[in-house]
């Protein structure tokens, strides 16, 4: 007789014989267990996905952006042709007309020579009035009042001196120069226009040191710390480009109810492609969550 073996069914018989020899080995699982399992998976912590990385963006200001006003009034006789192109610092930007305040330095002058010469009689006098004090030709009374004369032209020629100084600063002011080496960015005041006091005349910018601010959620500001190197990405016409910055100052407190603290780095720009107004990410290492 030929047996036909089914190798289905005795992997199946196998599979049974493994359940049977495991139940022997391991026994029924008792309710206890179950409870003590549950109470394991209760006792084990339970692992909180990583917070996202905070991804800030910033804006590229200049340290020194000045819009410079006038200190007198007067008239626009001359400027730059156009705004933009580079200044010295102490460049005359912007000239106003200062005839009047010549006539006024000149009358200054001239009061200031008069009396200066009217201290040096005085002095002249004094020395007379003392001779003539030591050999008793004339009495103390007439020694007081050459010195009180004396006093009083040295005080007049004192005030007459800086009257004639402060003539002097106002004609200085009548140009309005370059506080600083930069760019003009734009001149306000027009040629043959009337610029009054604290009006402004142009607006300067150094693009040579810039700074970045920042606004930092209140949940990551207690990880930074000022003076520590941040790698910074700007973007310029499509390029991004990446430079080192210092975080040099952060906020003592939140702006308001956006609970964000305000934070300032500084970096220098060699390529001089960087220009205020221009937006920055701001990537740390390590990564702030």
């Given at each position: 007789m030929r047996l036909h073996i089914n190798p289905e069914a005795?992997?199946?018989?196998?599979g049974v014989a493994l359940i049977v020899a495991a139940s022997v080995l391991l026994g029924p699982v008792s309710a206890q267990d179950n409870e003590a399992a549950k109470r394991a998976a209760k006792a084990r912590p339970a692992v909180a996905p990583p917070a996202p990385l905070?991804?800030?963006?910033?804006?590229?200001?200049?340290?020194r952006d000045a819009h410079v006003a006038a200190e007198v009034s007067g008239r626009v006789v001359a400027r730059p042709d156009t705004d933009g192109g580079f200044v010295k610092e102490g460049d005359a930007i912007v000239v106003l007309d200062d005839r009047a305040i010549v006539a006024?330095?000149?009358r200054?002058?001239?009061a200031a020579r008069s009396a200066h010469a009217r201290r040096e009689w005085a002095r002249r006098e004094l020395g007379r009035v003392t001779a003539l004090m030591e050999k008793g030709s004339i009495g103390?009374?007439?020694l007081d009042r050459a010195e009180v004369a004396l006093l009083e032209a040295e005080a007049n020629a004192d005030a007459a001196k800086a009257a004639h100084e402060e003539v002097l600063v106002q004609r200085e002011r009548t140009?309005?120069?370059a506080p600083f080496a930069g760019e003009l960015v734009r001149v306000y005041?027009?040629?043959?226009?009337?610029?009054r006091v604290s009006e402004p005349a142009y607006r300067i910018v150094d693009r040579t040191a810039l700074k970045i601010v920042a606004y930092v959620p209140a949940h990551v500001v207690s990880s930074l710390k000022t003076g520590r190197q941040i790698g910074v990405t700007a973007t310029f016409e499509q390029d991004a480009a990446q430079r080192p910055a210092k975080l040099v100052s952060i906020a003592a407190a939140s702006t308001g109810t956006s609970r964000t603290f305000r934070i300032e780095l500084r970096l220098r720009d060699k390529s001089e492609k960087?220009?205020?107004?221009m937006a920055a990410w701001l990537h740390f290492d390590p990564p702030l969550r």
């Open positions: 005795n992997r199946a018989l196998a905070v991804r800030l963006a910033g804006e590229v200001l200049a340290i006024a330095e000149r200054a002058r001239a103390k009374s007439d140009r309005i120069r005041a027009a040629l043959g226009s009337y610029l960087l220009r205020p107004g």
